[in-house]
């Protein structure tokens, strides 16, 4: 399986409707089963919206949206006002959104997978026991246990004996390695090691976190094959990343929310990393740094110019995808004889020319568009109101997006308001107006005019 090979750190961004967020649903799941973008891609949106909302049920991933309210309080922490039981105002120290999220990304829980040990070999008399040379995680200990296929004597359970199966934890309630004892361990009471047989090192298995909270212990004396059967296994795969996804991230007080997260952030400046950096978190009273499986991905309008430029300290800290319009996606599709791919790309020729390409129009407007009536619907909600948008009402240039193929002057959608006194006396411009009238809407051939002789 090839790697994953997506930053830490993405943001998303193009003109409006492009599938920014549509997208973020491929990417989180690509990032949550370390797979390539293009394998999701190609099993469909639909097996990805399923698994996304399973993901997120699951705590391994979290969406929001940034607005002008938020703030560093709500992300990372803050104070919040807190009535007791008796009625007394206190004021505590309260996680933010993104502290929380990171937490719980140290433990995440992993996926499902296939029980690698379902056809192991055990002893009917066989006894399981918790071990954990050196203690939970990766400890030197247990990695030479495994390469030297034994257990240390003093992390051997009394009363364990040939053919017992051993669990390796990784954590209170997750293993990381199963293996059969192979010496009588009475046999070898002079000796530092006995004999293990680790067939599963890497193996991982959800446990009870109550049951194997102190180690060694005797998880159980009859039935080991049966209870092993029956565990819930993890992916081996699973890298345990964690996908926190921020809608419309320029819509925020990017320093106001981040803070010192902007430092953090930094790949190499992660938890674990050799370079990694700690912020001091004043009301928690905590050290804080970003878990390296935590991954950012943000979308970003780029048409919205009131909006909040991205902090310089911040974009350096992220990779940027462009997603423009794609006419292609429309490719095949007709509506009362009306190319759609045709129709958008001519319309977004022209925006470039009038204004720039950050400002054209998304194929998502067009989606959902099956009827003419659709088609109408779609121009008179979305695409004019969002020229009129872009082009402060200069109803001259929206003419132009919408005007013919052969004079653009002429546009079935806009029309010239007749001419008063008072126009002709001091030669005044014209005024230009909205058509109200739903037939011309409803023509195939005002929208066939825009693109008609086109080369595209």
Known sequence: MASLNISNNL????????GKTYNVVNYAVAIVENRPLEEVIAEGYSLAL????????????????????????DFIEGIRPVVD??????YVATPGVFYSFCQSAEN???????????????????????????????????????????????????????GDVLFSMAAP???????????????????????????????????????????????????????????????ASDAGNCVFIIDEINRGNISRIFGELITLLESSRRKGMPECLEAYLAQLKVMFS?????????????????????DTALRRRFEFVEMMPDPDVLKGRKVADVELSKLLAVMNERIEVLYDREHTIGHAYFIGVKTIDDLAQCF???????LQ????????????????????????????????????????????????????????????????GSYL
């Open 50 to 73: 399923e698994k996304y909302d399973r993901y997120t049920k699951m705590g391994r991933v979290a969406f929001m949206t940034f607005h002008q309210s938020l703030s560093y309080d």
């Open 290 to 310: 970003v878990p390296q499986n935590v991954y950012l991905v943000g979308t970003m309008n780029t048409a919205d110019k009131s909006l909040t430029a991205l």
């Open 173 to 235: 309630d997750e293993t990381d390695g199963v293996g059969i004892i192979t010496e009588d361990p009475a046999e070898r009471k002079d000796e530092a090691h006995v004999s293990v047989d680790w067939v599963g090192v890497g193996v991982r298995f959800i446990a009870d976190k109550k049951q194997f909270a102190e180690l060694p212990c005797k998880i159980r004396g009859t039935k080991v094959k049966s209870y092993i059967e029956s565990l819930p296994a993890t992916d």
């Open 389 to 452: 948008e872009y082009f402060f009402d200069d109803y001259e240039k929206i003419c132009w997006v919408l005007g013919h193929a052969d004079n653009p002057r002429k546009c079935d959608f806009i029309r010239v308001k007749k001419r008063s006194e008072f126009q002709m006396k001091f030669n005044l411009p014209d005024i230009y107006e909205i058509e109200t009238n739903y037939r011309v809407y409803v023509n195939p051939e005002s929208y066939i005019q825009i693109y008609r």
């Open 108 to 162: 995440p829980k992993l996926l499902p997978g296939e029980n690698p040990l379902a056809d192991l070999d055990v002893k009917s008399d066989a006894a399981l026991w918790a071990v954990a040379p050196g203690g939970f995680g990766d400890t030197p200990e247990k990695e030479r246990a495994f390469s030297e296929s034994n257990i240390p004597f003093e992390c051997l359970p009394e009363g364990a004996k040939i």
């Open 11 to 18: 943001l998303l961004y193009g003109p409006p409707g492009t």
């Open 85 to 90: 039981d008796r009625g007394n105002l206190l």
């Open 380 to 386: 008179i909600k979305k695409v004019i109101p969002l």
